[in-house]
């Protein structure tokens, strides 16, 4: 079955670096590829996705970017606000026709940002 | 839509105590999730259904778990006998058929004595 890994596990960054995580994936059916972010105490929400028929997506501060071949795929932030500090998890899954295969997270990423 | 809708919220048992979770997905939703949330293990997908159907329960940590879903509207994640190791936030999510996001109910944190 598909295996997410994520690095690293905890990141601290100044205010206005920038940050950016990776993520490996196993299966190579896996087309899409979400990340969400969970703030303290509240629920893994969604920030940005890629599918595999594009190599980059961005938007704002947050841009994603994907290299099937490698199975590697990274979430970048830029300008960094204190706002951005929480847990940072990329997912792999398969679209199929009508549906999505099940969605497996990566261990997640812990992102401080420094005021 | 009010969202995905879990319950209890919060849930304190004592060990051997049959523990029941809810959650209504969102209406059209037709996939519906229970992932367990620890620091140690992360988001880990214990089993997950399509038109109310379990497909893949491997996550299902062993006998003592089970989950029903009845109907489109409700799903239960039962634990039976609960056990201290059992501690956890337990999250339901449907998910979108149309654009594959999934959303996430405000989570049951159960402590088990």
């Known amino acids: 079955g598909e295996n997410v890994e994520q690095h690293p596990s905890t990141l601290s960054v100044q205010e206005g670096d920038s940050a950016v995580i990776k993520c490996t994936y196993s299966d190579s059916a896996s087309n899409y590829f979400p990340w969400y972010k969970q703030e303290l105490g509240k629920r893994p929400q969604l920030i940005i996705d890629?599918?595999?028929?594009?190599g980059e997506k961005k938007d704002q501060r947050i841009a994603v970017t994907l290299n099937k071949t490698a199975k590697h795929f990274s979430l970048h932030i830029t300008e960094t606000q204190p706002e951005d500090s929480a847990v940072y998890f990329c997912a792999a899954s398969m679209r199929r026709e009508t549906s999505y295969d099940k969605v497996i997270f990566g261990p997640g990423t812990s992102l401080s940002v420094i005021p | 839509d009010a969202g995905v809708i879990q319950s209890p919220r919060h849930e304190v048992t004592e060990m051997g105590q049959e523990v029941t979770l809810r959650c209504k997905p969102i209406s059209g939703h037709n996939s519906l999730f229970w992932y367990r949330q620890t620091m140690m293990r992360g988001l880990e997908l214990l089993i997950y259904f399509n038109n109310n159907v379990p497909i893949d329960d491997s996550g299902m940590p062993e006998d003592r778990f089970s989950a029903k879903m009845p109907n489109a509207s409700f799903s239960t994640l039962k634990i039976q006998p609960s056990e201290p190791r059992d501690s956890a936030v337990y999250f339901c999510a449907s998910l979108s058929p149309r654009t594959g996001e999934l959303f996430f109910g405000e989570g049951s944190r159960l402590t088990v004595l």
């Open positions: 890629i599918r595999s028929n594009v």
